[in-house]
């Protein structure tokens, strides 16, 4: 069998013969031929560095003229090939092909170029490839160079170039010099060429041009191809074309090279077994015996393994020609989607002629590939890598290669992408499935952990493989004679003891759901298997702990809620939108089953494991997963009697939430009037509450009567509360009238304090039931007044009892007040009239300022606490610090919902937007959506809301710290973040912002501290005046322009020298003690240039006028054209302003304003010279921006 030779096998070898009718088009000469392209730009690929494939196994450097001697080859090959090629005529064609003309010249047919009928009839997808490829084949055979110039076209149109090759371009110019004018003749307005174009015309063009390339070679597999002429020629063009700096060249040549590579591998694969035919051919005649031996026969079947000699060196020399010249260079490239071909097509070669090409010179280069930096060609190396390991007869020749690469390739299943990760671990499957102890033990453990993951798909990948290593050695079934045998009961059995030794030993999660779902895709047959689950957890001899048993009742939850629902648990995310028909179907088939089987064993399950908790609750969770209507169908109803036997031994034995909630809802999926059972059901419950009802009466007398409470008492009335409490939530229990001996129970806690927390919990819990639910019947059948008015009265005692729990001493109490008292003045709030409703406009109630105040310092003293705040973290575990994040999450939730519904003052969000820096990780996602919310109900309100958050910091800190060096402390960097991060929060869109901003400076520093500037009377600051107007309406500018100035039409000023000059000597020093934060206005307009006036000496004159006046400094001057910019120069000897900030102009001017400018900036300077030095106002104290000197109340 013929072999490749490999560029790393020899670098100073020549390159295999490759024939070329003309020396000149050569390879050599094409890869320096764009070297002094003015529109390259990327850097040659093939001289970079191999920063891609950084890792220990990463490529060695490769030989940079490894290809340069391939000209000189094709030179010394021509003698050998070149007598293949047809005699050099010119035949005119008896039928010009379509869209070329003959025209006469001095008395001579010439043949013009056909135009683009091959690019696009490609590009149209439409034509018959193969008719397409043979017509052009008829029209080679015609006119060999037109029909060679017309492919060489098509190869240069397809790359997005307008240019064209003629026929004297052809004649005259090498590859080389063709290539260096077609570049200068590129496009280069768009980056899109053919093959990254969108729209639908070029949809299809990619696998239209690959399938042209493919059809092209086989239908010349038995004629051109073996002709020196077309296919040198070609392979040598596209081997110029992919080592240029034009990318659209570099992409297109490179795709088709791959291509052309590919079809030449299949043909030299049917050249081998035609060679192997002819061989085997050859030894049975020659074997026969003298009478029955033909040597025609013999001389025929040599002369034919002669040709298929001849073919396969010739078709050797193309792809060695293709492989060193082409896919040496391009596999590093720059350009990931040219990796990413190239690594695919090499796939392909391994796949289809394993024996030349599935050897370590090669496999190496998708080896070093594994490191690259793009994820899709990390994706296709590994889906290159899967089609070579799924063909078991291959994995012998990639020992070497899996042992040097395995530690590559387990690695990847951590890798950032998804889409990676997921293939990489379906390619170590099939490691694991061909090729027996490769992985080793540290190898799956690393995998193990994967079931876990959010991301179902890789999950689902990391299930099949631990399936396939743990589970499947045990108990797969076998197929026989194509019938598969049933799986018995102890492997069944064998598979959950596996899986709960894998979920304990690991340790990995706490929730065997994940790794239900995870497994679900493999082994879904075995979790389905209900009836071994339930027989191990029925059976007394199985031995099993109480942790063992907890892990199978789980499994046996979450296996019927994937069996019937279809959706992964909580926080896992699968990325399907729904299921088939088919799925469909297999849910409610697999629904159906499941309740056949576990209605008469549940009563048997909750017998057993009736006393624990932990139990318990998940096993009555099983009936949402039930067809109900089963008990009515297949008459079963004895199985439902002794259900609501067990149903209620449950709820009288247990207190803990999830038990009770857990029975309240089983209870409630039971009490639905369409089920013929529902009066069975119904009488059930009725017994259950007045047997509550009446314990609860019995023992709320005993503690209103008695002095002193005993503790087993109030146990005794919490656990009833909290019964009648889980049950009040999901049925409806007005008619036990439960609302008043709670609330003389509340009203005795809140008056005496004589009641125990424990209680009063509970209690809370029913009142607010009993409100909504009282609500509820209003709603739907509508109510008298006196109803509404009872109704009313009952909310607000309600209310105020929550006020009074607010200051409870019990933080648990604290917070369920807090979240109770949220929930009903949302409720009650103006919304509840909407959609046709009026009639309830009575029961709207809006808190008074006093609450609204207290559920504001409730939010601060609760909610936004440093981590010293919340107690010693040592001693609580990291699932209750978790349970407390979740707790104060829902406090602050409840708080803002208030805030945007209109309910609380939206000034009160101020409080809340203050610590968006400080608390981003625990709160940031609630904090952004109220901001974002808030902004859409009223922007402008929105950001004075902001303003005043920063100035309650600001307030803060000097409080705290006093005004000296608050610059550098830690906490007005935070305070300067925070700034940052609501200024980004406005968007880019500064003329819709604009409006804001101009309000924004309005009401903060710039009113009040113009108040505090030393003026002289008369003579106001020029500067101040101007960025005052600035703020202003164009309008009201006007109006409130002086009338002692003159209204010329046009003014001259004589000259900026002057006036700068005082500017820069004159200029306002500041200090000021604290520093303040800086002050920038973002209300930005272009100025129109100053033009207007007339000519360019009215601009240099008023520019220098604007220049001297400079106000406030900035941290950043914005660039746009015709701004002014006044600046402040620093004290060099103070403490003043550090930062100069940019003095924008915001408005447009008229002339008035200019003449008083001018004035002003004049008298200014005279009156600052008349005080005296610039630190007249540093004396003072003074600053621009200096809230120290302000009464702080004002703001």
Same mark, same amino acid.
């Given at each position: 069998?013929?072999?490749?030779?490999?560029?790393?096998?020899?670098?100073?070898?020549?390159?295999?013969?490759?024939?070329?009718?003309?020396?000149?088009?050569?390879?050599?000469?094409?890869?320096?031929?764009?070297?002094?392209?003015?529109?390259?730009?990327?850097?040659?690929?093939?001289?970079?560095?191999?920063?891609?494939?950084?890792?220990?196994?990463?490529?060695?450097?490769?030989?940079?003229?490894?290809?340069?001697?391939?000209?000189?080859?094709?030179?010394?090959?021509?003698?050998?090939?070149?007598?293949?090629?047809?005699?050099?005529?010119?035949?005119?064609?008896?039928?010009?092909?379509?869209?070329?003309?003959?025209?006469?010249?001095?008395?001579?047919?010439?043949?013009?170029?056909?135009?683009?009928?091959?690019?696009?009839?490609?590009?149209?997808?439409?034509?018959?490839?193969?008719?397409?490829?043979?017509?052009?084949?008829?029209?080679?055979?015609?006119?060999?160079?037109?029909?060679?110039?017309?492919?060489?076209?098509?190869?240069?149109?397809?790359?997005?170039?307008?240019?064209?090759?003629?026929?004297?371009?052809?004649?005259?110019?090498?590859?080389?010099?063709?290539?260096?004018?077609?570049?200068?003749?590129?496009?280069?307005?768009?980056?899109?060429?053919?093959?990254?174009?969108?729209?639908?015309?070029?949809?299809?063009?990619?696998?239209?041009?690959?399938?042209?390339?493919?059809?092209?070679?086989?239908?010349?597999?038995?004629?051109?191809?073996?002709?020196?002429?077309?296919?040198?020629?070609?392979?040598?063009?596209?081997?110029?074309?992919?080592?240029?700096?034009?990318?659209?060249?570099?992409?297109?040549?490179?795709?088709?090279?791959?291509?052309?590579?590919?079809?030449?591998?299949?043909?030299?694969?049917?050249?081998?077994?035609?060679?192997?035919?002819?061989?085997?051919?050859?030894?049975?005649?020659?074997?026969?015996?003298?009478?029955?031996?033909?040597?025609?026969?013999?001389?025929?079947?040599?002369?034919?393994?002669?040709?298929?000699?001849?073919?396969?060196?010739?078709?050797?020399?193309?792809?060695?020609?293709?492989?060193?010249?082409?896919?040496?260079?391009?596999?590093?490239?720059?350009?990931?989607?040219?990796?990413?071909?190239?690594?695919?097509?090499?796939?392909?070669?391994?796949?289809?002629?394993?024996?030349?090409?599935?050897?370590?010179?090669?496999?190496?280069?998708?080896?070093?590939?594994?490191?690259?930096?793009?994820?899709?060609?990390?994706?296709?190396?590994?889906?290159?890598?899967?089609?070579?390991?799924?063909?078991?007869?291959?994995?012998?020749?990639?020992?070497?290669?899996?042992?040097?690469?395995?530690?590559?390739?387990?690695?990847?299943?951590?890798?950032?992408?998804?889409?990676?990760?997921?293939?990489?671990?379906?390619?170590?499957?099939?490691?694991?499935?061909?090729?027996?102890?490769?992985?080793?033990?540290?190898?799956?453990?690393?995998?193990?952990?994967?079931?876990?993951?959010?991301?179902?798909?890789?999950?689902?990948?990391?299930?099949?493989?631990?399936?396939?290593?743990?589970?499947?050695?045990?108990?797969?079934?076998?197929?026989?004679?194509?019938?598969?045998?049933?799986?018995?009961?102890?492997?069944?059995?064998?598979?959950?003891?596996?899986?709960?030794?894998?979920?304990?030993?690991?340790?990995?999660?706490?929730?065997?759901?994940?790794?239900?779902?995870?497994?679900?895709?493999?082994?879904?047959?075995?979790?389905?298997?209900?009836?071994?689950?339930?027989?191990?957890?029925?059976?007394?001899?199985?031995?099993?702990?109480?942790?063992?048993?907890?892990?199978?009742?789980?499994?046996?939850?979450?296996?019927?809620?994937?069996?019937?629902?279809?959706?992964?648990?909580?926080?896992?995310?699968?990325?399907?939108?729904?299921?088939?028909?088919?799925?469909?179907?297999?849910?409610?088939?697999?629904?159906?089953?499941?309740?056949?089987?576990?209605?008469?064993?549940?009563?048997?399950?909750?017998?057993?494991?009736?006393?624990?908790?932990?139990?318990?609750?998940?096993?009555?969770?099983?009936?949402?997963?039930?067809?109900?209507?089963?008990?009515?169908?297949?008459?079963?109803?004895?199985?439902?009697?002794?259900?609501?036997?067990?149903?209620?031994?449950?709820?009288?034995?247990?207190?803990?939430?999830?038990?009770?909630?857990?029975?309240?809802?089983?209870?409630?999926?039971?009490?639905?009037?369409?089920?013929?059972?529902?009066?069975?059901?119904?009488?059930?419950?009725?017994?259950?509450?007045?047997?509550?009802?009446?314990?609860?009466?019995?023992?709320?007398?005993?503690?209103?009567?008695?002095?002193?409470?005993?503790?087993?008492?109030?146990?005794?009335?919490?656990?009833?509360?909290?019964?009648?409490?889980?049950?009040?939530?999901?049925?409806?229990?007005?008619?036990?009238?439960?609302?008043?001996?709670?609330?003389?129970?509340?009203?005795?806690?809140?008056?005496?304090?004589?009641?125990?927390?424990?209680?009063?919990?509970?209690?809370?819990?029913?009142?607010?039931?009993?409100?909504?639910?009282?609500?509820?019947?209003?709603?739907?059948?509508?109510?008298?007044?006196?109803?509404?008015?009872?109704?009313?009265?009952?909310?607000?005692?309600?209310?105020?009892?929550?006020?009074?729990?607010?200051?409870?001493?019990?933080?648990?109490?604290?917070?369920?007040?807090?979240?109770?008292?949220?929930?009903?003045?949302?409720?009650?709030?103006?919304?509840?009239?909407?959609?046709?409703?009026?009639?309830?406009?009575?029961?709207?109630?809006?808190?008074?300022?006093?609450?609204?105040?207290?559920?504001?310092?409730?939010?601060?003293?609760?909610?936004?606490?440093?981590?010293?705040?919340?107690?010693?973290?040592?001693?609580?575990?990291?699932?209750?610090?978790?349970?407390?994040?979740?707790?104060?999450?829902?406090?602050?939730?409840?708080?803002?919902?208030?805030?945007?519904?209109?309910?609380?003052?939206?000034?009160?969000?101020?409080?809340?937007?203050?610590?968006?820096?400080?608390?981003?990780?625990?709160?940031?996602?609630?904090?952004?959506?109220?901001?974002?919310?808030?902004?859409?109900?009223?922007?402008?309100?929105?950001?004075?809301?902001?303003?005043?958050?920063?100035?309650?910091?600001?307030?803060?800190?000097?409080?705290?710290?006093?005004?000296?060096?608050?610059?550098?402390?830690?906490?007005?960097?935070?305070?300067?973040?925070?700034?940052?991060?609501?200024?980004?929060?406005?968007?880019?869109?500064?003329?819709?912002?604009?409006?804001?901003?101009?309000?924004?400076?309005?009401?903060?520093?710039?009113?009040?501290?113009?108040?505090?500037?030393?003026?002289?009377?008369?003579?106001?600051?020029?500067?101040?005046?101007?960025?005052?107007?600035?703020?202003?309406?164009?309008?009201?500018?006007?109006?409130?322009?002086?009338?002692?100035?003159?209204?010329?039409?046009?003014?001259?000023?004589?000259?900026?020298?002057?006036?700068?000059?005082?500017?820069?000597?004159?200029?306002?020093?500041?200090?000021?003690?604290?520093?303040?934060?800086?002050?920038?206005? +973002?209300?930005?307009? &272009? !100025?129109?240039?100053?033009?207007? %006036?007339? /000519?360019?000496? *009215? =601009? $240099?004159?008023?520019?220098?006028?604007?220049?001297?006046?400079?106000?406030?400094?900035?941290?950043?001057?914005?660039?746009?054209?015709?701004?002014?910019?006044?600046?402040?120069?620093?004290?060099?000897?103070? +403490?003043?302003?550090? &930062? !100069?900030?940019?003095?924008?102009? %915001?408005? /447009?001017?008229? *002339? =008035? $304003?200019?003449?008083?400018?001018?004035?002003?900036?004049?008298?200014?300077?005279?009156?600052?010279?008349?005080?005296?030095?610039?630190?007249?106002?540093?004396?003072?104290?003074?600053?621009?921006?200096?809230? +120290?000197?302000?009464?702080?109340?004002?703001?």
């Amino acid at each position: 069998m013929p072999t490749l030779r490999s560029s790393s096998q020899s670098h100073s070898s020549s390159s295999p013969s490759i024939v070329s009718s003309s020396p000149q088009r050569t390879v050599g000469g094409a890869q320096k031929a764009l070297s002094a392209s003015p529109s390259a730009s990327v850097s040659l690929p093939c001289e970079e560095k191999d920063s891609n494939l950084a890792s220990e196994g990463a490529s060695p450097s490769l030989s940079g003229d490894e290809g340069r001697d391939f000209e000189d080859s094709l030179k010394r090959s021509v003698k050998k090939r070149r007598a293949k090629r047809p005699h050099k005529t010119t035949p005119v064609a008896k039928h010009p092909k379509k869209g070329s003309q003959i025209t006469r010249q001095n008395g001579q047919k010439k043949l013009e170029l056909p135009s683009c009928d091959l690019f696009d009839a490609v590009k149209a997808a439409k034509s018959d490839m193969q008719s397409l490829v043979d017509e052009w084949l008829e029209n080679y055979k015609q006119d060999e160079d037109t029909g060679f110039l017309e492919l060489i076209n098509f190869f240069i149109q397809s790359c997005g170039c307008k240019g064209t090759v003629t026929p004297e371009m052809f004649k005259k110019m090498s590859n080389s010099e063709i290539i260096r004018h077609l570049t200068e003749q590129f496009n280069e307005d768009s980056g899109d060429y053919p093959l990254t174009a969108s729209g639908p015309s070029w949809k299809k063009f990619q696998g239209s041009f690959c399938e042209f390339v493919r059809t092209l070679v086989c239908q010349c597999q038995y004629s051109l191809l073996y002709d020196g002429f077309p296919m040198d020629n070609l392979i040598s063009l596209l081997t110029g074309l992919s080592d240029s700096q034009v990318r659209a060249f570099r992409h297109t040549s490179t795709l088709a090279a791959m291509k052309l590579m590919t079809s030449l591998v299949k043909v030299a694969l049917q050249l081998s077994l035609h060679k192997d035919n002819n061989q085997r051919q050859y030894e049975a005649e020659r074997n026969k015996g003298p009478e029955q031996r033909a040597p025609e026969r013999l001389e025929s079947l040599l002369e034919k393994r002669k040709e298929l000699q001849e073919h396969q060196e010739e078709i050797e020399g193309m792809m060695n020609a293709i492989f060193r010249g082409v896919f040496v260079h391009r596999y590093r490239d720059i350009l990931p989607e040219i990796r990413a071909i190239c690594i695919e097509e090499i796939g392909c070669w391994m796949q289809s002629y394993s024996t030349s090409f599935l050897t370590d010179s090669y496999l190496k280069y998708i080896g070093w590939t594994l490191h690259d930096k793009n994820r899709d060609v990390r994706l296709t190396c590994l889906k290159a890598l899967q089609r070579l390991y799924s063909n078991q007869g291959l994995t012998a020749r990639l020992e070497l290669f899996t042992s040097r690469f395995k530690e590559r390739m387990v690695s990847m299943v951590m890798d950032r992408e998804y889409d990676v990760a997921v293939e990489a671990v379906r390619l170590l499957i099939l490691i694991l499935k061909n090729m027996e102890g490769v992985l080793t033990s540290a190898d799956c453990e690393s995998i193990y952990p994967v079931v876990y993951a959010s991301h179902r798909a890789l999950a689902a990948a990391a299930g099949e493989f631990l399936y396939w290593k743990l589970f499947y050695p045990e108990f797969e079934m076998r197929a026989r004679g194509g019938r598969e045998r049933h799986r018995s009961p102890h492997a069944q059995k064998t598979f959950f003891h596996l899986l709960l030794y894998f979920f304990m030993e690991s340790e990995l999660h706490d929730h065997a759901a994940y790794l239900v779902d995870s497994l679900w895709d493999c082994a879904g047959p075995h979790l389905k298997d209900w009836e071994s689950l339930t027989s191990l957890l029925l059976e007394k001899d199985q031995n099993l702990s109480d942790v063992q048993e907890n892990t199978l009742i789980e499994i046996l939850v979450s296996s019927a809620r994937q069996a019937v629902e279809g959706h992964p648990p909580v926080g896992r995310i699968s990325g399907r939108k729904g299921l088939s028909a088919k799925e469909r179907k297999v849910q409610a088939d697999d629904k159906v089953k499941l309740t056949e089987h576990l209605i008469p064993l549940l009563p048997q399950l909750l017998a057993k494991f009736s006393a624990d908790a932990e139990k318990v609750a998940p096993l009555l969770q099983l009936l949402n997963y039930f067809d109900l209507s089963i008990y009515c169908t297949r008459r079963l109803e004895k199985h439902l009697e002794l259900l609501l036997q067990q149903l209620q031994d449950v709820v009288v034995k247990h207190t803990e939430p999830p038990v009770l909630e857990a029975g309240a809802q089983a209870l409630y999926l039971l009490c639905k009037p369409e089920f013929t059972f529902f009066t069975r059901v119904d009488f059930a419950r009725s017994q259950l509450v007045d047997l509550l009802t009446d314990r609860f009466q019995q023992e709320l007398e005993e503690l209103l009567q008695s002095s002193f409470i005993d503790e087993d008492e109030a146990y005794s009335l919490a656990a009833t509360l909290k019964r009648l409490s889980a049950f009040y939530n999901a049925h409806d229990l007005t008619r036990w009238e439960l609302y008043d001996p709670c609330y003389r129970l509340l009203r005795k806690a809140v008056d005496t304090g004589e009641v125990p927390h424990q209680v009063i919990l509970p209690a809370l819990t029913l009142v607010y039931f009993s409100v909504l639910w009282t609500l509820t019947h209003i709603s739907r059948s509508g109510g008298s007044q006196k109803q509404l008015l009872s109704l009313k009265d009952r909310m607000v005692a309600v209310c105020e009892l929550c006020q009074n729990c607010l200051s409870d001493v019990d933080l648990v109490i604290q917070e369920q007040a807090f979240i109770l008292l949220s929930d009903l003045l949302l409720i009650f709030s103006p919304q509840m009239i909407a959609g046709g409703r009026d009639f309830l406009r009575p029961l709207i109630f809006l808190p008074e300022a006093t609450l609204q105040s207290e559920l504001a310092s409730f939010l601060m003293d609760h909610v936004f606490l440093q981590s010293g705040d919340l107690g010693s973290g040592q001693t609580q575990d990291d699932h209750m610090q978790i349970e407390q994040l979740h707790q104060r999450r829902r406090l602050l939730a409840g708080f803002c919902k208030l805030l945007l519904y209109g309910i609380l003052e939206l000034d009160a969000a101020s409080d809340v937007f203050k610590h968006y820096n400080k608390f981003y990780n625990d709160y940031g996602d609630i904090i952004k959506e109220t901001l974002t919310r808030a902004r859409q109900i009223d922007r402008s309100h929105c950001s004075r809301i902001l303003l005043l958050s920063l100035k309650q910091l600001y307030t803060e800190l000097l409080q705290e710290r006093g005004p000296q060096g608050l610059s550098e402390l830690p906490a007005f960097m935070e305070m300067r973040d925070l700034a940052r991060r609501f200024a980004l929060s406005f968007g880019p869109q500064q003329l819709q912002n604009r409006d804001i901003m101009v309000k924004l400076h309005k009401l903060s520093y710039l009113e009040k501290c113009l108040q505090r500037v030393p003026q002289t009377p008369g003579c106001p600051w020029g500067p101040v005046t101007t960025y005052r107007r600035s703020l202003t309406p164009v309008e009201s500018t006007a109006e409130a322009s002086p009338q002692g100035h003159s209204h010329s039409k046009r003014r001259r000023i004589e000259g900026p020298s002057k006036h700068q000059g005082a500017g820069q000597e004159e200029s306002l020093q500041l200090n000021s003690v604290p520093p303040t934060p800086t002050l920038t206005s +973002t209300a930005v307009k &272009n !100025k129109q240039p100053l033009g207007v %006036l007339g /000519e360019a000496k *009215e =601009e $240099e004159g008023l520019e220098s006028e604007f220049t001297h006046s400079r106000l406030l400094s900035g941290t950043q001057r914005p660039r746009f054209s015709g701004a002014q910019y006044f600046q402040t120069p620093r004290n060099p000897s103070g +403490t003043g302003l550090d &930062n !100069k900030l940019t003095r924008l102009s %915001l408005m /447009e001017e008229d *002339e =008035e $304003e200019l003449e008083s400018l001018d004035e002003s900036s004049e008298a200014w300077r005279d009156t600052k010279k008349h005080h005296g030095s610039h630190s007249s106002l540093s004396e003072n104290g003074l600053d621009l921006l200096d809230t +120290t000197e302000l009464n702080i109340e004002d703001f």
